[in-house]
């Protein structure tokens, strides 16, 4: 009989095998111009189990933008630092709208819906910022990144990060207006260039699944064997990824997968089986709502094989 | 040592005890003038295990108005009427609004976000209605409720029902606005009519955690043996009372309880822990989003302390 | 040298003759079956000076259903009644909305914005209602037309107002919502049925411009010698119509045209010159907004070559 | 029996004496650090009539911040640059909302309702800034006020200028989010640089009333016999200021006073009363609609008085 890993290697292959082979790949993001690049048929999958052992198919090695992934880890930085009073600046409930709407901003002054809406994370970014040059700021959330994936090559794509800042009018513009209601506390300037550049971190599947680890096993990182966050932080950090992470298909999300995920418009998507696994997808298409159109596909395969949802085995 | 359902036993009781002593109790609801008459200090809790036993606290036996939270069965009725062309008429994504804001209405023309808000259920119940008398479907309903939960004696409350049909103007505002936009097929007047007569279903705790047991167990009712829908269904279902079963205050739920549930304004919620329990709360003020507030406080405590969470154990 | 009224007569004239014409006339209204029937070639033009002399062109005789032109009397007849208390029930700022929005509901808590939208002219007619029959508060709108157009012979076309009332569900949804708010305080069949009524109410471009002269001359009928409003009151019914009479297109009638006036989807047009003239213009096809469009470009020639425009001569 | 003249001195007289005395002077602005100086009780009031004839009392020589009735002139000056082709980027409906709301540019894809508002304005200081340096731009609408009034003394308050930059994070939201739409295309800082400056330019009551005469006759500056627009051009300004000069107060002023009006949060009002007068009226405090409060009153008065009324005489 198979073996729970061989089955895993198994669904892992099967999936990589199976998304590479499929038309529907999605639209690339086209208003970032540096993300505009990236090569479409791209695919990599790692599931990373409870024991640490690493299940990986297709592209798992190639470093992508992570984007708004970064969100679930500037969040729990952030929770470090400022405790449940985050919560004042910032809410913790599904926005009903596209991830860079202004419109809900301006009902509720200026206090964004949620941390992983583009508004609530430049919010959660001026928080870890404060008091703190810029270029400090972003070295903590690199470090953290490092210690948490236990690998210090990973690094930013400045060239990402510099395109966004030449383009990014929309974010700048939810910047000023936050600002312009005392939420946040530093010079625009400073947050969003923190911002645009923890947003350009690129690590691979691999990476990325071994950062997730912690929101899988209650806050503890069981390849170093260190304590994140509490176990019930771990467990808030994956509500809030299950009900906000996917901006305006979070539903979709939750109803196909029926796992915790965080999805960037580089295409990647970070998942997380409470208990069972830490799982990191890229596929650079995305669908209408601006979330990887195959990464939510195989992820929709993988927990069905593998009976991982949260909603029942 | 203490075993499973002994401990079960024990936190229930546990809780009833506590929430009993809590001086914060919310507002009754005021709006649908029968159901002001409620007496706030009433507090019941029951947990049925996986095994079918019955864990009880408080006034667990006295039959609520469960108002909303017929709203999971007539989904579940509706899904087995028309299947997946249902989320043609109504969406899956949590609206970012109140239970019974039009606006969202308007500018997704005449779709309702999910059928737990009071537009998405109306047009649930058009559904369920197609091609029969009002007192047909509405039989159809209660019949189905008696089923689920093994019990004959429930009944409609018809006070309740008339007392909202008088005083119910701003669901005929959303029934009267779907229409215009072709989203019912049904007379406006029959429609409401079934709506708040399903609303009006009595049902005490038990009654209640009886007729969710399916949820809990991938769609089968462990208690009469038969599937009442199919696994992946009932895991659907689970996810949409996570995403939008607590309106405007399901991020907070998932935040607090981690489990998939679904409130009414009567006080009641219905809560589901995937293969362990289904459990149902009832607690009769409410919280500013129309919420149970007692019964969100009792769910917290319990989740916390069977550690029950979806997001980690 | 041409007397300004033989001026007048000659521009009248040319103006029909050019309007019928024109390939561009815009869509007759759909969304009332009844009114789809008409015949959009038609084109009636009414021009009645300070001394009562009468230029006509085209179907100046044909009645038409005057539909929200209605509106311009019902105020008048309801501040009659309730005087400026009738402002805490509607507003009188546009509303940068489409007619029948019920978005603007929402945030202002029922009232609406202005007299001449949908919900507006709701508010007003329950206020002419109140403790009144239907049939008696539609008895006396409709002699308050024959009044001022000094005319027996105007009606109700029946056919319309079935056709709407069978099909008018976004007014219903206006009004139930409104009632929700306790905006409106008669049972919302009786408002809706006066409501369908009044705006059924058939006239030609003669009677219609007959029916506004005490608005061009100060609140008195120069033809009855009779004050129907006091001069302030006539003067601020002006500034109602230049602001909202045109629902999200009175900006562009303002700049085109520059005279006060108030449309109907039946495709007339009433407009004011004041101290100068009342003008009945009818084309039954629409623009986009929802107002006659051959009648502004009408009304635009016509305030042209007669330098009428409110805004400088 | 007293001349026209005699009389418009004494209203104008009058009313400056009733204005001082009154206790209702609403706030002066404050979110403009510099703005929230200035002496509540200062009251000024200048007429020009057709023949050139001055009418002023009170504060009619102090200079104030004009603030937003720069935007009369900066669309004129736009106008005659663009011609026609400007209202493919600002639209000439009333917004139905706030002055610095951001609502209808994400519903509208950038686009802002009028030039009135605060997007409207950016977006048209954008338009002639077109090719230009920023002081070049600034200079050459300076000139054109200065040359309007015929007064080369007109300056900007710098001091008011800084500290709008300093605090103006809300318009910097608005240029974001429009350059995001590729509605502006100068940089953002150019545009808010120049828009900041010519809100802070600093007039007199006397100099305001000045400038606005071509509007009061036909596009012609009778002082200096010079034709600043053609005439129809004049007239629909007059039409846009009417529509649209008092934000989401427009309906009010139109209803009260009857003149196309602009105000500014200085205090500030112009007022046209069309082949009549150009007025100036300037009193600091503010309603909540943010206009001048004492301003309006005044205006109503003195339109009342002298008949001025553009809905009837």
Chains 1, 2, 3, 4 share one sequence.
Not at 140 to 159: N, V
Not at 251 to 272: C, M, Q, T
Not at 296 to 302: D, H, I, M, P, T
């Amino acid at each position: 009989m198979e073996s729970p890993t061989a089955k895993l290697d198994r669904v892992v292959k099967e999936i990589a095998d199976e998304m590479r082979q499929r038309p529907d790949r999605g639209e690339v993001a086209s208003y970032i111009p540096e993300l505009a690049r990236v090569d479409a048929s791209r695919f990599g999958l790692v599931v990373i189990d409870a024991d640490g052992h690493v299940a990986a198919g297709g592209d798992s090695e190639t470093p992508f933008s992570i984007q708004s992934i970064s969100k679930v880890f500037t969040l729990t930085l952030a929770l470090g630092k400022a405790g449940d009073r985050l919560w004042q600046r910032v809410g913790r409930e599904p926005s009903g709208s596209a991830f860079n709407s202004i419109v809900q901003l301006e009902y509720e002054r200026g206090i964004p819906r949620n941390p992983f809406i583009n508004a609530g994370a430049i919010a959660i970014t001026d928080l870890i910022l404060s008091g703190h040059q810029p270029r400090e700021a972003l070295g903590e959330i690199l470090r953290f990144m490092q210690f948490l994936a236990d690998d210090d090559s990973i690094t930013i794509d400045e060239a990402v990060a510099a395109s966004e800042q030449r383009t990014g009018f929309r974010n700048a513009a939810l910047a000023n207006y936050m600002k312009s209601f005392g939420v946040l506390s530093n010079p625009v300037e400073h947050t969003l260039g923190v911002y645009f550049h923890h947003c350009a971190i690129a690590m691979s599947c691999r990476q990325l699944a071994m950062a997730g680890r912690f929101l899988a096993h209650a806050g503890r990182n069981p390849a170093t064997g260190l304590t994140v966050v509490q176990k019930e932080r771990a467990l808030r950090i994956n509500s809030v990824m299950l009900m906000c992470g996917h901006y305006d298909g979070s539903g979709e999300f939750a109803y196909r997968v029926g796992l915790p995920g965080k999805s960037g418009v580089g295409g990647g998507i970070l998942a997380i089986a409470p208990g069972k696994a830490s799982i990191a997808v890229w596929a650079p298409g995305l669908d209408a709502n601006g979330n990887s159109h195959l990464g939510r596909v195989a992820l929709e395969a993988l927990t069905k094989r593998m009976g991982w949802s949260i909603f029942g085995a």
